[in-house]
């Protein structure tokens, strides 16, 4: 049996990858995956904030912070952070229970309907993040010409968790200590 997508059009249209290396901002092109459940914007408003924001999702089991000063955006499924320079994004999907582990292997096929040009970087590495059972696969791309890191992670929680970032190396450095603080306020609840 395959497994179904995360919502994939309307996730990486909402995701968007505006602002990649500096570049202008441009919608991400659809996917010709299986429909969302329920529709969501095509172009996210995300509200910045001024303080680290406390998010919770108690019926997939985890939470995070939002790191000062970035905006954050959530629909039907998932959740958006861009930093305050628009240059980096990082998605949390929640998917349905029951979807097997060959979805990481879907989230993959997924960026490259945005990513051009998708390295991987090695083997998909299993690992313990916070507590938390994670498969991890990053690599490189290029998104309207300029070169992109990405990361797609899938979370052991009560659901299946992903969460998904793109940015260009000089973007993603320079928003590291951010990152950083996203990761390690990750927990299961």
């Not at 979807?99 to 990513?115: C, R, W, Y």
């Amino acid at each position: 049996m395959r497994p179904r997508t995360l919502k994939s059009a309307t996730f990486f249209l909402a995701l968007g990858i505006t602002g990649c290396g500096g570049g202008a901002s441009a919608p991400a092109p659809a996917t010709n995956t299986a429909k969302p459940a329920a529709p969501a914007p095509a172009t996210p408003t995300p509200a910045a904030t001024s303080a680290e924001t406390p998010v919770e999702n108690a019926d997939a089991g985890y939470r995070y912070v939002v790191p000062t000063g970035w905006k954050s955006e959530r629909g039907e499924g998932y959740a958006l952070l861009v930093s305050p320079d628009s240059s980096v994004r990082i998605a949390v999907l929640t998917a349905d229970a029951g979807l097997d582990k060959d979805l990481g292997k879907a989230i993959e096929a997924e960026v490259q309907h945005v990513v051009k040009d998708l390295k991987r970087d090695g083997a998909v590495e299993h690992r313990d993040v916070n507590g938390i059972a994670t498969d991890t696969a990053k690599g490189t791309g290029t998104y309207e010409g300029h070169e992109i890191r990405w990361s797609a992670n899938r979370l052991e929680m009560k659901k299946p968790v992903f969460v998904v970032g793109f940015a260009s190396s000089k973007d993603y450095d320079a928003n590291k200590p951010a990152v950083d603080r996203f990761v390690a306020s990750f927990k299961k609840i």
